[in-house]
């Protein structure tokens, strides 16, 4: 179990704000922390690693991760962190990044099965894709055996045939060791692949803890609802439409010259989908 009650002022863009996060972990969770960007959530994983200072308490398995007296530092806290940029050892192999955490070669080669990169072993992280170079890392983040495994979008980057990929890998992983894992995802698919539950920020506040099935399929009047982001208005033979991006697709949706009017200057949205139509509504900015 992982508890966690932490403070931390923040420099937001509209100004400063206070990071303020007060949960219980279940162990083995998944859990995705959502929201839009600079809304704390970086730093919230940073703060669990120890590798920023905040003040309150993080207890993980009755260990005191940080109090008044105490910071544990990232070291001792049996952390796996991936990053979104794979922070790798440019001048070892992929072996060799392995087994810089731990010189356990039965573990390190049981990863790479798992993950398909054996042949891969002796090559440097230079000669590898940005999927492959993500599931060393992931790899890597592995070998110290984690009770908490951080990640901070860890797929952003790649295609989504290879962040499909990776999401099997993903929690394949975190089945087999039992981990407790903290995922930042902006992503919906992902979300709803991976996570058991959901926590979403905004202004360094939790606003939602729910699960993905809740989060993404809002009921309403048989309706479904889910963000998006408006990317253009255009018009196409006396038409007007939405140019909207979901996930890693986009697409456009026929909408009147009054909707038309309500989006312009919108960036953020919802677009609702019933049996009859599909309809998009403004979310205004903070």
Same mark, same amino acid.
């Given at each position: 179990? !992982?508890?966690?009650?932490?403070?931390?002022?923040?420099?937001?863009?509209? %100004?400063?704000?206070? =990071?303020? !996060?007060?949960?219980? /972990?279940?162990?083995?969770?998944?859990?995705? +922390?959502? %929201?839009?960007?600079?809304?704390?959530?970086?730093?919230?994983?940073?703060?669990?690693?120890? $590798?920023?200072?905040?003040?309150?308490?993080? @207890?993980?398995?009755? @260990?005191?991760?940080?109090?008044?007296?105490?910071?544990?530092?990232?070291?001792?806290?049996?952390?796996?962190? #991936?990053?979104?940029?794979?922070?790798?050892? @440019?001048?070892?192999?992929?072996?060799?990044?392995? *087994?810089?955490?731990?010189?356990?070669?039965? =573990?390190?080669?049981?990863?790479?099965?798992?993950?398909? $990169?054996?042949?891969?072993?002796?090559?440097?992280?230079?000669?590898?894709?940005?999927?492959?170079?993500?599931?060393?890392?992931?790899?890597?983040?592995?070998?110290?055996?984690?009770?908490?495994? *951080?990640?901070?979008?860890?797929?952003?980057?790649?295609?989504?045939?290879?962040?499909?990929?990776?999401?099997?890998? /993903?929690?394949?992983?975190?089945?087999?060791?039992?981990?407790?894992?903290?995922? #930042?995802?902006?992503? &919906?698919?992902?979300?709803?692949?991976?996570?058991?539950?959901?926590?979403?920020?905004?202004? %360094?506040? +939790?606003?939602?803890?729910?699960?993905?099935?809740? =989060?993404?399929?809002?009921?309403?009047?048989?309706?479904?609802?889910?963000? %998006?982001?408006? $990317?253009?208005?255009?018009?196409?033979?006396?038409?007007?439409?939405?140019?909207?991006? +979901?996930?890693?697709?986009?697409?456009?949706? &026929?909408?009147?010259?009054?909707?038309? =009017?309500?989006?312009?200057? !919108?960036?953020?949205?919802? /677009? +609702?989908?019933?049996?009859?139509?599909?309809? !998009?509504?403004?979310?205004?900015?903070?």
């Amino acid at each position: 179990m !992982i508890r966690i009650d932490i403070r931390k002022p923040l420099q937001g863009a509209g %100004g400063t704000m206070e =990071l303020r !996060i007060d949960l219980t /972990i279940k162990e083995r969770t998944f859990l995705a +922390v959502a %929201g839009e960007s600079g809304s704390g959530k970086t730093t919230f994983l940073r703060i669990l690693a120890g $590798l920023e200072q905040a003040e309150g308490e993080i @207890e993980v398995d009755q @260990e005191r991760w940080l109090d008044d007296k105490t910071c544990l530092p990232p070291q001792k806290r049996r952390i796996g962190f #991936v990053f979104q940029d794979y922070a790798l050892f @440019e001048n070892m192999k992929v072996l060799e990044n392995l *087994l810089f955490v731990r010189r356990d070669e039965r =573990l390190a080669w049981h990863l790479l099965h798992m993950t398909d $990169l054996v042949e891969l072993a002796d090559r440097y992280p230079a000669g590898l894709s940005g999927g492959q170079k993500q599931r060393v890392a992931l790899c890597r983040a592995m070998m110290n055996r984690p009770r908490l495994l *951080l990640m901070d979008e860890p797929l952003s980057a790649l295609d989504p045939a290879m962040r499909q990929k990776l999401q099997k890998d /993903i929690l394949h992983l975190h089945k087999e060791f039992g981990t407790t894992t903290v995922m #930042v995802s902006h992503d &919906p698919g992902e979300i709803y692949q991976l996570a058991d539950r959901v926590v979403t920020l905004s202004q %360094g506040r +939790v606003v939602a803890d729910t699960t993905p099935a809740q =989060l993404f399929f809002k009921e309403r009047s048989g309706a479904l609802s889910f963000h %998006g982001e408006l $990317l253009d208005l255009i018009s196409e033979a006396e038409s007007e439409y939405a140019v909207i991006s +979901v996930g890693n697709q986009i697409t456009k949706i &026929p909408i009147t010259p009054s909707q038309s =009017l309500r989006l312009k200057d !919108i960036r953020e949205i919802r /677009i +609702v989908v019933s049996p009859e139509c599909a309809q !998009i509504e403004p979310i205004p900015c903070d």
